[in-house]
């Protein structure tokens, strides 16, 4: 079992840069695929990017490619997202979750990202 935990969310301009940290408690952090989620108001919520084990495969939703990095350190039981260049839509909660299988099993609590125009 993991406990996840997000931070750096906040309030930025359009067009401006914030990272978010996912901190994940355990020796087995390693042993899950890794994803980033958010959820704004009124609307469901929605895969943003996924990073595999050892982080040498991510997959990035068309919205945000070119502007998000997802990574990773399991030696320090954390995983990022880079976010660059963001817009008034990218206003969202944003959860990160781990699985083993083909479901995602855990999710932090989520940290709110405010992008003004």
């Known amino acids: 079992q993991v406990q996840l935990v997000e931070s750096g969310g906040g309030l930025v301009q359009a067009g401006g840069s914030l990272r978010l940290s996912c901190a994940a408690s355990?020796?087995?952090?390693?042993?899950?695929?890794m994803g980033w989620f958010r959820q704004s108001p009124g609307k469901e919520r929605e895969f943003v990017a996924d990073i595999s084990w050892g982080g040498g495969s991510t997959y990035y939703a068309d919205s945000v490619k070119g502007r998000f990095t997802i990574s990773r350190d399991n030696a320090k039981n954390t995983m990022y997202l880079q976010m660059n260049s963001l817009k008034p839509e990218d206003t969202a909660v944003y959860y990160c979750a781990g699985r083993k299988g083909s479901e995602y099993d855990y999710w932090g609590q989520g940290t709110q990202v405010t992008v003004s125009s």
């Open positions: 355990g020796r087995t952090f390693s042993s899950y695929y």
